[in-house]
């Protein structure tokens, strides 16, 4: 019976497009925002920076072959720049590229700015989705294009698109993203929770089309002209002694931002539930599983 209430309610939802929107999403980043360095980036940053020196690196090798191309400084687009990270670090290795942060987080976008400003580096600040920015920018304008954790939350395939219209020839897009079966913990126990709380679902979240594997995140560049620089995947896994740990973690970093839209997970109904779910089936790990790659316009 709980079954056949929660599928009702998702058909109603959906064809009533009462769907979990970007700026939704957005508003669940902005509630973690306090907590999201300290508790999600703190760890997860060594894979940002992998991926930050594979592209310093090739950035540097393709700047001594082609230097007339690099006269002017770097131009640098952070897609759901979030706290500033990324662009913190690329600045300490291109002191004098130009940075623009963009994030749909109103609440992210004020900790990135007030971060760089502490640190004197200058940059310019977008409240905006990344679609929009995307698809407001002249073509042939940046030379990186960086994207960390945010791919999915908007079309992949139309992001890549507009981000080879947006780089100039030969610029480099960066991006790091979840795979499709990241946080089998919380997938495990999330169906039950909605069915014990269908009544208070007032939104449809879609599943988030996050990369199968390597081989399709590699395809989703190659076939919008870009060539592959060098991709990779891993995982992450992040153990607490307590299931209440683990709920804390999930609810407080944006791991499952625009679920806690479709369902509350801060309800205290909705988070006792779900601790005991976990308890039950003895899950106090989450598990990132992720894929980066950088790829270069042709």
């Not at 973690?32 to 940002?48: A, I």
């Not at 992210?108 to 989705?129: G, R, S, W, Y």
């Not at 806690?260 to 106090?284: C, E, F, G, W, Y």
Request: charged residues 20%.
């Amino acid at each position: 019976m709980n079954k056949l209430r929660l599928y009702t309610k998702v058909v109603l939802l959906f064809l009533s497009r009462k769907l979990v929107t970007a700026k939704d999403i957005g508003q669940s980043y902005s509630q973690v925002s306090n907590s999201y360095t300290d508790r999600f980036l703190s760890t997860m940053h060594r894979y940002n920076d992998e991926m930050i020196m594979e592209l310093a690196n090739n950035l540097n090798k393709d700047q001594n072959s082609n230097q007339d191309k690099y006269r002017d400084a770097l131009k640098v687009l952070d897609l759901a720049a979030g706290t500033g990270y990324n662009s913190s670090t690329l600045s300490k290795i291109f002191p004098t590229a130009e940075l623009t942060l963009v994030d749909i987080s109103t609440a992210m976008l004020n900790i990135a700015e007030k971060h760089l400003q502490q640190n004197a580096i200058p940059a310019t600040f977008v409240a905006e989705d990344m679609l929009s920015i995307l698809k407001s920018s002249a073509a042939e304008t940046f030379d990186i294009v960086i994207c960390a954790w945010a791919l999915k939350y908007q079309s992949p395939l139309q992001i890549i698109r507009h981000c080879h219209r947006v780089l100039r020839p030969g610029g480099f897009l960066s991006v790091i993203v979840n795979k499709k079966n990241t946080l089998p913990q919380v997938a495990k126990i999330y169906p039950k929770l909605l069915e014990r709380h269908t009544d208070k679902i007032s939104k449809l979240m879609l599943p988030l089309p996050n990369p199968k594997n390597l081989a399709v995140f590699d395809n989703w560049f190659l076939k919008n002209s870009f060539s592959k620089v060098v991709s990779k995947e891993g995982s992450h896994d992040f153990t607490f002694n307590t299931s209440r740990e683990l709920v804390d973690f999930v609810t407080s970093t944006g791991a499952l931002a625009g679920f806690d839209v479709m369902l509350d997970l801060r309800h205290p109904a909705v988070q006792s539930d779900m601790i005991q779910l976990m308890q039950k089936n003895h899950l106090t790990t989450a598990s990132h599983r992720y894929i980066y790659g950088i790829y270069k316009k042709n």
